[in-house]
Protein backbone atom coordinates (compact mmCIF):
# COMPACT_ATOMS: atom_id res chain seq x y z
CA UNK A 1 0.00 0.00 0.00
CA UNK A 2 1.22 3.29 -0.74
CA UNK A 3 -0.43 6.45 1.29
CA UNK A 4 -0.66 9.55 -1.02
CA UNK A 5 0.60 12.34 1.44
CA UNK A 6 -0.28 16.17 -0.18
CA UNK A 7 2.85 19.01 0.36
CA UNK A 8 3.97 22.21 -0.87
CA UNK A 9 7.46 22.39 -2.19
CA UNK A 10 9.10 25.66 -3.12
CA UNK A 11 10.03 25.92 -6.27
CA UNK A 12 13.14 28.65 -5.32
CA UNK A 13 15.01 26.79 -2.66
CA UNK A 14 13.10 23.46 -2.31
CA UNK A 15 11.91 23.75 1.52
CA UNK A 16 8.16 21.72 2.36
CA UNK A 17 5.49 22.89 4.20
CA UNK A 18 2.22 21.14 4.91
CA UNK A 19 -0.09 23.49 3.35
CA UNK A 20 0.50 26.67 0.82
CA UNK A 21 1.41 30.11 1.89
CA UNK A 22 1.89 33.25 -0.33
CA UNK A 23 5.54 33.89 1.18
CA UNK A 24 8.01 30.93 1.66
CA UNK A 25 9.10 31.48 5.07
CA UNK A 26 12.64 29.19 4.59
CA UNK A 27 13.87 31.24 1.35
CA UNK A 28 11.20 34.54 1.61
CA UNK A 29 10.24 34.23 -1.64
CA UNK A 30 6.62 34.85 -3.24
CA UNK A 31 4.53 32.72 -5.17
CA UNK A 32 6.83 30.09 -5.34
CA UNK A 33 5.05 27.06 -3.24
CA UNK A 34 3.65 24.41 -5.80
CA UNK A 35 1.39 21.93 -4.71
CA UNK A 36 2.95 18.18 -5.07
CA UNK A 37 2.10 14.69 -4.85
CA UNK A 38 4.66 12.44 -2.71
CA UNK A 39 4.55 9.10 -2.56
CA UNK A 40 5.00 7.68 1.05
CA UNK A 41 5.43 4.08 1.26
CA UNK A 42 3.83 2.41 3.83
CA UNK A 43 5.49 -0.14 6.44
CA UNK A 44 7.16 -2.91 4.45
CA UNK A 45 7.78 -6.47 5.30
CA UNK A 46 11.29 -6.63 3.40
CA UNK A 47 14.31 -7.55 5.50
CA UNK A 48 17.71 -5.36 5.16
CA UNK A 49 20.32 -6.24 3.14
CA UNK A 50 23.42 -7.06 4.69
CA UNK A 51 26.48 -5.13 3.64
CA UNK A 52 30.43 -5.17 4.16
CA UNK A 53 31.67 -2.70 7.18
CA UNK A 54 35.73 -2.42 6.62
CA UNK A 55 38.08 -1.09 8.98
CA UNK A 56 39.84 2.37 9.23
CA UNK A 57 43.12 1.00 8.66
CA UNK A 58 44.01 -0.28 4.81
CA UNK A 59 45.49 0.46 1.78
CA UNK A 60 44.66 3.71 -0.02
CA UNK A 61 44.87 5.16 -3.39
CA UNK A 62 43.90 8.69 -4.73
CA UNK A 63 40.78 8.30 -6.74
CA UNK A 64 41.77 7.24 -10.33
CA UNK A 65 41.11 10.47 -12.70
CA UNK A 66 40.05 10.99 -16.61
CA UNK A 67 42.06 14.14 -17.76
CA UNK A 68 40.09 15.99 -20.38
CA UNK A 69 43.19 17.67 -22.06
CA UNK A 70 41.93 21.05 -21.86
CA UNK A 71 44.04 22.38 -19.25
CA UNK A 72 41.54 25.10 -17.60
CA UNK A 73 38.82 22.74 -17.07
CA UNK A 74 41.12 20.30 -15.77
CA UNK A 75 42.74 22.46 -13.30
CA UNK A 76 39.28 23.67 -11.55
CA UNK A 77 38.06 20.47 -11.23
CA UNK A 78 41.69 18.95 -9.56
CA UNK A 79 43.77 17.73 -12.41
CA UNK A 80 40.93 15.87 -14.29
CA UNK A 81 37.24 13.98 -13.95
CA UNK A 82 36.86 11.08 -11.06
CA UNK A 83 35.53 8.07 -12.29
CA UNK A 84 31.51 7.83 -11.24
CA UNK A 85 31.41 11.63 -10.08
CA UNK A 86 28.68 13.85 -10.30
CA UNK A 87 29.16 17.73 -11.31
CA UNK A 88 27.00 20.78 -11.90
CA UNK A 89 27.90 23.61 -14.25
CA UNK A 90 25.81 26.17 -13.65
CA UNK A 91 26.35 29.57 -15.18
CA UNK A 92 23.81 32.72 -16.67
CA UNK A 93 22.56 32.05 -19.86
CA UNK A 94 24.13 32.27 -22.81
CA UNK A 95 27.57 32.60 -21.23
CA UNK A 96 29.03 29.45 -22.60
CA UNK A 97 28.29 26.52 -20.73
CA UNK A 98 26.58 24.68 -23.63
CA UNK A 99 29.67 25.42 -25.71
CA UNK A 100 32.30 24.44 -22.84
CA UNK A 101 31.06 20.95 -22.40
CA UNK A 102 30.68 20.77 -26.43
CA UNK A 103 34.80 21.46 -26.37
CA UNK A 104 35.37 19.17 -23.41
CA UNK A 105 33.33 16.01 -24.72
CA UNK A 106 35.38 16.77 -28.36
CA UNK A 107 38.34 16.94 -26.03
CA UNK A 108 37.80 13.39 -24.31
CA UNK A 109 36.43 11.93 -27.73
CA UNK A 110 39.96 12.70 -29.70
CA UNK A 111 41.67 10.94 -26.34
CA UNK A 112 39.50 7.57 -27.18
CA UNK A 113 37.32 8.04 -24.57
CA UNK A 114 33.68 7.35 -25.42
CA UNK A 115 31.73 11.02 -24.65
CA UNK A 116 27.83 11.66 -25.28
CA UNK A 117 26.32 14.82 -24.95
CA UNK A 118 22.64 14.53 -24.24
CA UNK A 119 20.33 17.57 -25.08
CA UNK A 120 16.82 18.28 -23.55
CA UNK A 121 16.74 21.73 -24.91
CA UNK A 122 17.80 21.35 -28.66
CA UNK A 123 17.47 18.93 -31.58
CA UNK A 124 20.65 16.67 -32.32
CA UNK A 125 20.71 19.25 -35.81
CA UNK A 126 21.25 22.22 -33.73
CA UNK A 127 23.86 20.77 -31.64
CA UNK A 128 25.80 19.44 -35.02
CA UNK A 129 25.94 23.07 -35.78
CA UNK A 130 27.43 24.44 -32.85
CA UNK A 131 29.85 22.02 -33.44
CA UNK A 132 30.75 22.76 -37.28
CA UNK A 133 30.90 26.11 -36.06
CA UNK A 134 33.72 25.36 -33.11
CA UNK A 135 35.60 23.09 -35.88
CA UNK A 136 34.77 19.94 -33.92
CA UNK A 137 32.68 17.90 -36.37
CA UNK A 138 35.71 15.77 -36.58
CA UNK A 139 35.40 14.50 -32.55
CA UNK A 140 33.09 11.13 -32.36
CA UNK A 141 31.21 12.65 -29.82
CA UNK A 142 27.60 10.94 -29.72
CA UNK A 143 24.50 12.63 -29.99
CA UNK A 144 21.14 12.72 -28.51
CA UNK A 145 17.97 14.53 -27.86
CA UNK A 146 16.05 13.25 -24.27
CA UNK A 147 14.29 14.17 -21.91
CA UNK A 148 13.50 11.26 -20.37
CA UNK A 149 15.93 9.97 -17.35
CA UNK A 150 14.75 6.14 -17.59
CA UNK A 151 15.33 6.10 -21.62
CA UNK A 152 18.89 7.67 -21.21
CA UNK A 153 19.99 5.09 -18.20
CA UNK A 154 19.12 2.15 -20.32
CA UNK A 155 20.46 3.19 -23.69
CA UNK A 156 24.22 4.41 -21.91
CA UNK A 157 23.98 1.06 -19.95
CA UNK A 158 23.95 -1.12 -23.98
CA UNK A 159 27.39 -1.50 -24.53
CA UNK A 160 30.67 0.84 -23.33
CA UNK A 161 29.72 2.57 -20.27
CA UNK A 162 30.88 6.78 -21.39
CA UNK A 163 33.38 7.60 -19.59
CA UNK A 164 31.89 11.15 -19.88
CA UNK A 165 28.30 12.03 -19.75
CA UNK A 166 26.75 15.92 -20.52
CA UNK A 167 23.14 16.36 -19.86
CA UNK A 168 21.95 19.97 -20.93
CA UNK A 169 20.36 20.67 -18.60
CA UNK A 170 18.97 18.89 -15.65
CA UNK A 171 15.95 21.29 -15.56
CA UNK A 172 14.33 19.56 -18.49
CA UNK A 173 14.92 16.01 -17.30
CA UNK A 174 12.04 13.98 -16.10
CA UNK A 175 11.44 10.50 -14.36
CA UNK A 176 8.60 8.34 -14.12
CA UNK A 177 9.02 7.84 -10.55
CA UNK A 178 7.91 11.09 -9.79
CA UNK A 179 4.67 12.73 -9.74
CA UNK A 180 5.64 16.06 -10.86
CA UNK A 181 5.98 18.38 -13.95
CA UNK A 182 9.36 19.07 -15.68
CA UNK A 183 11.42 21.54 -13.95
CA UNK A 184 9.81 21.32 -10.43
CA UNK A 185 12.19 21.11 -7.97
CA UNK A 186 10.43 17.77 -6.69
CA UNK A 187 11.49 16.49 -10.29
CA UNK A 188 14.84 17.76 -11.18
CA UNK A 189 15.82 16.33 -7.61
CA UNK A 190 14.39 12.98 -8.51
CA UNK A 191 16.26 13.03 -12.12
CA UNK A 192 19.18 13.86 -10.35
CA UNK A 193 19.15 11.17 -8.19
CA UNK A 194 18.37 8.59 -10.69
CA UNK A 195 21.85 10.11 -13.11
CA UNK A 196 23.94 9.77 -9.66
CA UNK A 197 22.59 6.24 -9.48
CA UNK A 198 23.79 5.46 -13.07
CA UNK A 199 26.97 7.40 -12.17
CA UNK A 200 28.10 5.63 -9.11
CA UNK A 201 27.11 2.02 -10.56
CA UNK A 202 28.65 2.38 -13.99
CA UNK A 203 31.51 4.72 -13.15
CA UNK A 204 30.58 7.57 -15.63
CA UNK A 205 31.48 10.98 -14.91
CA UNK A 206 28.41 12.84 -15.50
CA UNK A 207 28.03 16.54 -16.10
CA UNK A 208 24.83 18.21 -15.29
CA UNK A 209 23.94 21.77 -16.41
CA UNK A 210 21.83 24.01 -14.42
CA UNK A 211 20.19 27.59 -15.10
CA UNK A 212 21.01 30.57 -12.83
CA UNK A 213 18.08 32.74 -11.70
CA UNK A 214 18.62 36.86 -11.58
CA UNK A 215 20.28 36.52 -8.40
CA UNK A 216 23.13 34.42 -9.25
CA UNK A 217 21.47 31.05 -7.98
CA UNK A 218 21.42 27.92 -9.30
CA UNK A 219 17.70 27.75 -10.12
CA UNK A 220 16.16 23.99 -9.01
CA UNK A 221 19.15 22.15 -8.91
CA UNK A 222 20.02 24.42 -5.60
CA UNK A 223 18.73 21.51 -3.87
CA UNK A 224 21.14 19.01 -5.61
CA UNK A 225 24.05 20.67 -4.31
CA UNK A 226 24.37 18.72 -1.15
CA UNK A 227 24.02 15.84 -3.99
CA UNK A 228 26.82 16.45 -6.44
CA UNK A 229 30.13 15.80 -5.76
CA UNK A 230 31.42 19.20 -7.09
CA UNK A 231 29.74 22.34 -8.17
CA UNK A 232 31.32 24.25 -11.06
CA UNK A 233 30.23 28.22 -12.11
CA UNK A 234 30.82 29.81 -14.90
CA UNK A 235 30.53 33.65 -14.83
CA UNK A 236 31.33 36.56 -17.44
CA UNK A 237 29.59 39.88 -17.83
CA UNK A 238 27.82 39.54 -21.48
CA UNK A 239 29.87 42.38 -22.81
CA UNK A 240 33.20 41.12 -21.49
CA UNK A 241 35.20 38.30 -23.51
CA UNK A 242 36.68 36.70 -20.53
CA UNK A 243 35.10 33.48 -19.22
CA UNK A 244 35.86 32.63 -15.51
CA UNK A 245 35.43 28.88 -14.47
CA UNK A 246 35.83 28.56 -10.27
CA UNK A 247 34.64 24.98 -8.52
CA UNK A 248 32.10 26.52 -5.65
CA UNK A 249 32.19 22.67 -3.83
CA UNK A 250 34.38 19.94 -4.91
CA UNK A 251 34.91 16.76 -2.82
CA UNK A 252 37.88 15.91 -5.71
CA UNK A 253 39.83 19.15 -5.68
CA UNK A 254 40.53 22.40 -4.33
CA UNK A 255 37.92 25.14 -4.45
CA UNK A 256 40.13 28.20 -4.80
CA UNK A 257 41.04 27.43 -8.39
CA UNK A 258 39.70 29.02 -11.49
CA UNK A 259 40.03 28.83 -15.09
CA UNK A 260 40.05 31.67 -17.56
CA UNK A 261 38.89 32.07 -21.02
CA UNK A 262 38.31 34.04 -23.82
CA UNK A 263 35.10 33.96 -26.04
CA UNK A 264 36.09 34.35 -29.51
CA UNK A 265 34.25 33.99 -32.85
CA UNK A 266 35.45 30.18 -32.92
CA UNK A 267 34.58 29.10 -29.26
CA UNK A 268 36.09 29.28 -25.86
CA UNK A 269 39.84 29.43 -26.20
CA UNK A 270 41.97 28.71 -22.70
CA UNK A 271 43.84 31.60 -21.21
CA UNK A 272 47.38 30.30 -20.24
CA UNK A 273 48.27 33.82 -18.84
CA UNK A 274 45.50 35.47 -17.20
CA UNK A 275 47.32 38.61 -15.99
CA UNK A 276 48.48 39.51 -19.18
CA UNK A 277 45.04 39.11 -20.56
CA UNK A 278 43.36 41.43 -17.62
CA UNK A 279 46.15 43.97 -18.16
CA UNK A 280 45.99 44.74 -21.67
CA UNK A 281 43.63 46.89 -22.02
CA UNK A 282 45.11 49.11 -18.50
CA UNK A 283 45.68 52.92 -19.03
CA UNK A 284 48.97 53.98 -17.90
CA UNK A 285 49.73 57.54 -16.03
CA UNK A 286 45.73 58.12 -14.84
CA UNK A 287 44.64 58.51 -11.34
CA UNK A 288 42.64 55.89 -9.43
CA UNK A 289 43.92 52.63 -10.57
CA UNK A 290 46.37 50.36 -8.92
CA UNK A 291 47.64 46.81 -10.15
CA UNK A 292 46.71 44.12 -7.76
CA UNK A 293 49.38 40.57 -7.35
CA UNK A 294 46.86 38.20 -6.39
CA UNK A 295 46.59 34.52 -5.64
CA UNK A 296 43.83 32.26 -6.98
CA UNK A 297 44.19 28.73 -5.61
CA UNK A 298 48.31 28.07 -6.97
CA UNK A 299 48.28 30.65 -9.68
CA UNK A 300 49.03 34.28 -9.17
CA UNK A 301 46.82 37.09 -10.89
CA UNK A 302 47.62 40.72 -11.45
CA UNK A 303 44.80 42.54 -12.14
CA UNK A 304 43.79 46.50 -12.22
CA UNK A 305 41.82 47.75 -9.42
CA UNK A 306 39.90 50.91 -10.57
CA UNK A 307 38.85 53.43 -8.18
CA UNK A 308 36.68 57.31 -8.70
CA UNK A 309 36.28 59.47 -5.47
CA UNK A 310 34.17 61.87 -6.89
CA UNK A 311 32.32 65.56 -4.22
CA UNK A 312 28.82 64.58 -3.69
CA UNK A 313 25.68 66.59 -3.07
CA UNK A 314 24.12 64.22 -1.23
CA UNK A 315 23.15 64.05 2.59
CA UNK A 316 24.46 60.01 2.15
CA UNK A 317 27.50 58.99 -0.31
CA UNK A 318 27.36 56.39 -2.88
CA UNK A 319 29.44 53.40 -2.43
CA UNK A 320 29.57 51.49 -5.32
CA UNK A 321 31.76 48.32 -5.84
CA UNK A 322 32.05 45.91 -8.42
CA UNK A 323 34.24 42.57 -8.18
CA UNK A 324 35.00 43.06 -4.47
CA UNK A 325 33.43 42.51 -1.11
CA UNK A 326 31.00 45.59 -0.30
CA UNK A 327 31.97 44.89 3.42
CA UNK A 328 35.36 45.01 2.93
CA UNK A 329 35.22 48.35 1.08
CA UNK A 330 33.64 49.83 3.86
CA UNK A 331 36.39 48.54 6.65
CA UNK A 332 38.77 50.09 4.21
CA UNK A 333 37.20 53.72 4.07
CA UNK A 334 36.77 53.42 7.54
CA UNK A 335 40.85 52.87 8.49
CA UNK A 336 41.34 55.56 6.26
CA UNK A 337 39.10 57.86 7.92
CA UNK A 338 39.94 57.08 11.36
CA UNK A 339 44.08 56.34 11.16
CA UNK A 340 44.90 58.39 7.98
CA UNK A 341 43.26 61.05 7.95
CA UNK A 342 41.54 60.90 5.02
CA UNK A 343 38.09 62.53 4.67
CA UNK A 344 35.74 60.51 2.71
CA UNK A 345 32.46 61.77 3.75
CA UNK A 346 31.75 63.94 1.68
CA UNK A 347 32.39 62.39 -1.74
CA UNK A 348 30.88 59.10 -3.54
CA UNK A 349 33.38 56.73 -3.77
CA UNK A 350 33.15 53.74 -6.88
CA UNK A 351 35.39 50.58 -7.20
CA UNK A 352 35.67 48.81 -9.87
CA UNK A 353 37.85 45.76 -10.22
CA UNK A 354 39.10 45.88 -14.37
CA UNK A 355 38.16 42.69 -16.57
CA UNK A 356 34.88 40.70 -14.91
CA UNK A 357 36.82 38.99 -11.95
CA UNK A 358 35.78 39.25 -8.42
CA UNK A 359 38.49 38.92 -5.30
CA UNK A 360 37.52 37.80 -2.41
CA UNK A 361 41.60 37.42 -0.82
CA UNK A 362 42.48 40.33 2.09
CA UNK A 363 45.32 40.86 0.32
CA UNK A 364 43.48 43.52 -1.93
CA UNK A 365 43.29 45.59 0.84
CA UNK A 366 46.54 47.64 0.07
CA UNK A 367 45.88 47.97 -3.51
CA UNK A 368 41.98 48.89 -2.80
CA UNK A 369 43.48 51.85 -0.42
CA UNK A 370 46.02 52.92 -2.86
CA UNK A 371 43.82 53.73 -5.86
CA UNK A 372 41.02 55.46 -3.59
CA UNK A 373 43.92 57.43 -2.48
CA UNK A 374 45.36 58.21 -5.82
CA UNK A 375 41.82 59.06 -7.15
CA UNK A 376 41.31 61.61 -4.25
CA UNK A 377 44.38 62.90 -4.68
CA UNK A 378 44.83 63.23 -8.24
CA UNK A 379 47.81 61.29 -8.32
CA UNK A 380 48.81 58.57 -10.74
CA UNK A 381 50.90 55.40 -9.37
CA UNK A 382 53.67 54.66 -10.98
CA UNK A 383 52.85 52.33 -13.73
CA UNK A 384 55.66 50.02 -13.02
CA UNK A 385 54.23 49.06 -9.53
CA UNK A 386 52.11 46.18 -8.07
CA UNK A 387 50.53 46.35 -4.69
CA UNK A 388 49.41 43.65 -2.18
CA UNK A 389 48.93 43.15 1.69
CA UNK A 390 46.40 43.02 3.97
CA UNK A 391 44.99 46.15 6.07
CA UNK A 392 43.76 45.62 10.17
CA UNK A 393 41.56 47.31 12.10
CA UNK A 394 44.00 49.30 13.41
CA UNK A 395 45.77 50.50 10.25
CA UNK A 396 48.15 48.24 10.33
CA UNK A 397 49.66 46.36 6.98
CA UNK A 398 49.90 42.57 7.39
CA UNK A 399 51.69 40.24 5.63
CA UNK A 400 50.10 37.79 3.29
CA UNK A 401 51.09 34.26 1.69
CA UNK A 402 52.77 33.36 -1.47
CA UNK A 403 54.83 36.87 -1.61
CA UNK A 404 57.40 35.62 -3.75
CA UNK A 405 54.95 34.15 -6.68
CA UNK A 406 53.31 37.18 -6.16
CA UNK A 407 56.30 38.97 -7.03
CA UNK A 408 57.83 36.41 -9.75
CA UNK A 409 54.93 37.19 -11.62
CA UNK A 410 54.70 40.80 -11.42
CA UNK A 411 58.64 40.65 -12.47
CA UNK A 412 58.10 38.05 -15.79
CA UNK A 413 55.47 40.81 -16.81
CA UNK A 414 57.51 43.48 -16.39
CA UNK A 415 57.34 45.24 -13.12
CA UNK A 416 60.35 46.57 -11.62
CA UNK A 417 58.61 47.44 -7.80
CA UNK A 418 55.99 46.84 -5.35
CA UNK A 419 54.57 47.96 -2.17
CA UNK A 420 54.07 45.36 0.12
CA UNK A 421 54.11 44.51 4.34
CA UNK A 422 57.50 44.89 6.19
CA UNK A 423 57.10 41.05 6.36
CA UNK A 424 58.38 40.63 3.05
CA UNK A 425 61.10 43.06 3.19
CA UNK A 426 63.81 39.73 2.27
CA UNK A 427 61.60 38.21 -0.30
CA UNK A 428 62.03 40.18 -3.65
CA UNK A 429 63.59 38.81 -6.63
CA UNK A 430 66.75 40.24 -7.67
CA UNK A 431 66.50 43.71 -8.76
CA UNK A 432 63.08 44.11 -8.27
CA UNK A 433 62.46 47.55 -5.95
CA UNK A 434 60.44 47.05 -3.01
CA UNK A 435 58.77 49.74 -1.01
CA UNK A 436 57.70 47.84 2.98
CA UNK A 437 54.81 49.86 4.44
CA UNK A 438 54.34 49.59 8.28
CA UNK A 439 50.85 51.12 7.88
CA UNK A 440 48.22 52.50 6.14
CA UNK A 441 48.89 55.98 6.87
CA UNK A 442 52.59 55.62 5.46
CA UNK A 443 51.00 54.85 2.31
CA UNK A 444 48.73 57.50 2.17
CA UNK A 445 51.99 59.85 3.17
CA UNK A 446 53.51 58.76 0.11
CA UNK A 447 50.43 59.20 -2.73
CA UNK A 448 49.48 62.11 -1.64
CA UNK A 449 52.83 63.48 -1.53
CA UNK A 450 53.99 62.70 -5.06
CA UNK A 451 51.71 59.74 -6.24
CA UNK A 452 55.57 57.89 -5.84
CA UNK A 453 56.27 55.55 -2.94
CA UNK A 454 59.24 56.31 -1.13
CA UNK A 455 61.46 53.09 -2.56
CA UNK A 456 64.15 50.89 -1.44
CA UNK A 457 66.32 48.67 -3.72
CA UNK A 458 66.48 45.17 -2.34
CA UNK A 459 68.17 42.10 -3.59
CA UNK A 460 71.80 41.45 -4.22
CA UNK A 461 72.75 44.72 -3.98
CA UNK A 462 72.00 44.90 -0.45
CA UNK A 463 72.92 40.88 -0.20
Known sequence: MVARAQTFVCQNCGAAAPRWAGRCEACGAWNTLVEEGAATPARSSRKGRLFVIEPLQGQTREAPRLASGVAEFDRVTGGGLVRGSVLLLG?????????????????????????????????????????????????????????????????????????????????TMWTQSVDAAPGTVTQVRGSAGELIRFAKRSGAAVMLVGHVTKDGQIAGPRVVEHMVDAVLSFEGEGSQQFRILRAIKNRFGPTDEIGVFEMTGAGLREVANPSELFLSERELGSAGTAVFAGIEGTRPLLVEI???????????????????????????????????GVRLSGHDVYLNVAGGLRITEPAADVAAAAALVSSLAHAPLPADAVYFGEVSLSGAVRPVAQTAARLKEAQKLGFARAVVPEAARNEAPEGFILSTIGTLANLVVDIARDGTPALRRVGRQEA
Open 91 to 171: GDPGIGKSTLLLEVAAAYARNKHRAVYISGEEAVAQVRLRAERLGLSDATVELAAETSVEDIVATLSQGQTPQFLVIDSIQ
Open 306 to 340: QALVAPTSLGTPRRAVVGWDPSRLSMVLAVLEAHC
